[in-house]
């Protein structure tokens, strides 16, 4: 852009609630991703022996794994903290005390989906995510089962 363009360009200023005010919420999509990182995890542990190890094909195998591991971490990440930062409000405290620890613990969680390879933080990223399903649906005053695709 010119200098010209910019003088005669005006500035449009918008603000929403959040990144985009569409109302459309759902925790669906984390568990996605939570279920993803489980299923990895569990497959890259599988393969993680030395026998295993000794085949090219394996090594590239578990590389995928890896990297498919941190996407959908990132994505249980970042689909986490939407609904953190732009569904839940101040009031959904008065009922819910513990959402921001919650929150907090998965976030922590989803990070050490990335960099490990644990059975056990991934069991604990589905518990959270599970818990973070049901204070969600209570909020909206909804009764909706907790089913895995999985």
């Known amino acids: 852009m010119t200098e010209i363009e910019k003088e005669y360009t005006p500035t449009i200023e918008a603000s929403a609630h959040c990144d985009g005010p ?16 489980q299923s990895m995890t569990k497959k890259m542990l599988a393969l993680m022996n030395d ?14 794994y890896s990297a498919i591991k941190e996407e959908e971490s990132q994505k249980c990440k970042d689909e986490l903290l939407i609904l ?23 976030a922590k969680l989803c990070s050490a989906c990335k960099v490990e390879v644990s059975e056990q933080h991934a ?28």
């Not at 569409?22 to 990182?37: F, I, L, T």
């Not at 953190?84 to 998965?106: K, R, S, Y």
Request: hydrophobic share 50%.
């Open 123 to 150: 069991q604990e990223l589905m518990d959270a995510v599970e818990a973070i399903h049901h204070m969600f649906w209570a909020a909206k005053g909804r009764d909706v089962p907790w089913i895995r695709a999985s």
């Open 84 to 106: 953190w930062t732009d569904f839940f409000n101040p009031q959904h405290l008065e009922t819910i005390p513990d959402l921001h620890d919650t929150f907090w613990q998965a």
């Open 22 to 37: 569409c109302g459309v919420y759902d925790p669906a999509s984390a568990r996605v991703a939570a279920e993803a990182v």
């Open 51 to 64: 026998e295993a190890m000794a085949n090219p094909q394996n090594v590239m195998t578990l590389a995928r």
